[in-house]
């Protein structure tokens, strides 16, 4: 017997497409898992001696299939980047044509059964933004081949965890727009939506290699595009008349949480719908439908800023005569972190401080000359400054 909490599933960038490399693997945390082959038969139509059927015939073999996961800053970028294909730029994600295939696999412990599906491709990533929860993300997989075994071993090689555990909710989208004007309780509030990238790609089946399974996966139109359902309004009656012209719109929000965000952007897309009804006690809403066209949309991935540890000024002490200079220097922990400061001085008439560090003794006495970071207000350190006549 066998528990689904005991199925262990991983994935890894192929460098070749359908070869599995080495190690490490990345875990996949994931609400379902759906990538697995589908064995296609053919009715044998020859009569024997009896009317009694001859069977079938296996034809082809297809891998593919639907992961479903929550949303998570980083767990899905390598996912995103092959649905676009092509990899990301800094933190800017675009369309190209680049193949970028994996090795995904899966680990029933408790019974020692494995499969793997090799030079999978994503078709689809689907988004699905609610109301009242979590944000959840269907991912539709294609691959080259499928291997499996139950010799009590996996497939998958220590495997590393997702670096970022939260996950996004309804309350962490923001920057809500369409054509430019932020959508909220004033306009045309935003009941759901949801944004799928879709590349309608084909199989395509190479005789002579010996195997049932697809030669190639071929992506063919990128067609961006889904639903949202707004409160009616006269903001949203515009949108839905631009289907009457034919005008095109813009569509653009933000996910974002403690780990990071993405920002995603939609710059032209069509819309349609139908004209909206509702009873005594319902609320009035409009769905409109969708699709991005000619201009290729863009995610820009927003790292959090690093945590400050601390700020430590050198030297410690200072000692001047009046009318003296010297520099302070302040670095922030750890490696990474913003090292903007503001300074300040205890006692401006006896010895000031530039907004580079740079004091200024003034008349005789002592102050203290402190760094404050500017990302994090309760990280500071001091220099003591004793100034003689």
Avoid: H
Avoid at 185 to 195: I, K, M, R, S
Avoid at 286 to 292: I, M, P, Q, R
């Amino acid at each position: 017997m066998s528990s689904g909490a005991k199925r262990s599933t991983a994935w890894i960038r192929e460098v070749t497409p359908g070869i599995t490399p080495p190690g490490p693997w990345n875990v996949l945390t994931r609400v379902s898992f759906g990538l697995v082959p589908t064995y296609n038969t053919e009715e044998n139509n020859e009569v024997g001696e009896t009317r009694m059927s001859q069977g079938t015939a296996q034809t082809t073999v297809d891998v593919g299939g639907d992961i479903e996961t929550k949303f998570r800053y980083g767990a899905l970028d390598e996912f995103l980047a092959s649905c676009f294909g092509a990899n990301w730029v800094g933190n800017t994600l675009t369309m190209g044509n680049e193949r970028i295939s994996f090795s995904i696999a899966a680990y029933d412990a408790d019974v020692g059964i494995a499969g793997i599906a090799r030079g999978a491709q994503v078709d689809t990533i689907n988004i699905e933004v609610p109301n009242d929860n979590e944000i959840s993300v269907t991912t539709t997989f294609m691959a080259t081949s499928w291997q499996d075994k139950a010799d009590n071993t996996s497939f998958i090689v220590s495997p590393a965890p997702e670096a970022n555990q939260r996950r996004y909710g309804f309350k962490d989208v923001t920057g809500l727009k369409i054509n430019g004007v932020q959508l909220g309780d004033d306009n045309a509030c935003v009941d759901t939506f949801n944004l799928q990238f879709a590349n309608n790609s084909q199989t395509q089946r190479c005789i002579g290699n010996g195997n049932p399974f697809a030669g190639n996966i071929i992506q063919t139109t990128f067609v961006p595009g889904g639903s949202i359902t707004l409160s009616w309004s006269k903001t949203a009656y515009q949108y839905w008349k631009a289907q009457q012209t034919g005008d095109s719109l813009s569509f653009e929000f933000t996910l974002s949480n403690a780990d990071g965000g993405y920002t995603f952007l939609i710059p032209e897309m069509e819309v349609s719908g139908d004209w909206p009804d509702g009873g005594a006690t319902d609320i009035v809403q409009v769905e409109l439908n969708y699709t991005a066209r000619r201009v290729p949309p863009t995610i820009t991935r927003l790292p959090a800023p690093i945590v400050v540890a601390a700020v430590e000024v050198t030297p410690a002490t200072l000692s001047l005569a009046v009318d003296e200079t010297a520099d302070l220097e302040a670095v922030v922990t750890p490696v990474g972190a913003s090292q903007l400061v503001t300074w300040t001085t205890s006692a401006p008439t006896i010895a000031s401080v530039s907004a580079t560090g740079l004091v200024t003794s003034l008349a005789a006495g002592t102050a203290t000359i402190t760094a404050t970071s500017a990302a994090d207000g309760t990280k500071t350190d001091t220099c003591a400054v004793t100034v003689t006549a």
